[in-house]
């Protein structure tokens, strides 16, 4: 079974440019997250699909940040006009089912390792 | 203050102590998870939990829900048990709170 993969492992931007990154959920994964860990600080939560339904975008930054997962499968975050704070590690998981009760394991993935110059 | 805190924030031991990391949580959770993410790699998920304990090889989980605490055990560690262990609780719906994480070095 292939894990989730993330696309690119890294980008350099400058600030002002737009990236796209891409992340492909374990087949059959309904549920799928983004999460950001910015220099020092803990990882934090931007948002949550169900399908190509979002259930939670509580934790997205501003509205630079557009995330979408057209026909519930991979998921695309884009980050338009990229600001220097916005470095750091993006993570992408996946669930079967859902994490909160403790029966579905999350899957991450490797991460994109954003730097805005 | 961090609603999820994680302690020791570094830890250096010497191959085949027994090592303990502790995480606190101040918030309600119905799950608690721990991760494991190794230089340069991605996360893995070592363990959920939502009450007691559990035990995969040489790792074991406890947590306590009363005392709104868990801690990860690791017996007879090895150097490649060297990465970040990261806690998270799951709060609410479907969103995890991440603790900063325990920077594990275990030297041979």
């Known amino acids: 079974e292939a894990g989730v993969t993330q696309f690119p492992s890294h980008s350099v931007i400058e600030k002002g440019q737009t990236v796209t990154l891409r992340c492909d959920p374990i087949s059959g994964h309904d549920n799928l997250y983004w999460y950001r860990r910015v220099m020092g600080k803990e990882i934090k939560f931007l948002l949550h699909f169900v399908k190509e339904s979002k259930q939670d975008e509580s934790g997205m930054p501003n509205n630079r940040f557009l995330a979408e997962r057209t026909g519930g499968t991979y998921s695309t975050l884009k980050v338009q006009p990229a600001e220097l704070e916005d470095s750091g590690v993006y993570f992408c998981?996946?669930?079967?089912?859902?994490?909160?009760?403790?029966?579905?394991?999350?899957?991450f993935g490797n991460g994109t390792r954003l730097t805005v110059t | 203050k961090n609603e999820v805190e994680q302690s020791p924030q570094n830890l250096t031991a010497q191959e085949g102590e027994f090592i303990t990391i502790n995480c606190s949580y101040s918030v309600g959770i119905s799950a608690l998870h721990w991760l494991q993410q190794h230089p340069g790699g991605g996360i893995v998920s070592l363990f959920m939990l939502s009450s007691g304990k559990k035990k995969h090889g040489r790792l074991i989980a406890t947590i306590n829900i009363q005392e709104k605490h868990s801690s990860l055990h690791i017996t007879a560690s090895h150097p490649r048990d060297s990465a970040v262990y990261i806690c998270a609780v799951a709060q609410g719906a479907q969103k995890l709170v991440f603790g900063q994480g325990t920077r594990l070095t275990i030297n041979p």
């Open positions: 998981a996946s669930s079967q089912g859902v994490v909160h009760l403790g029966r579905s394991p999350l899957h």
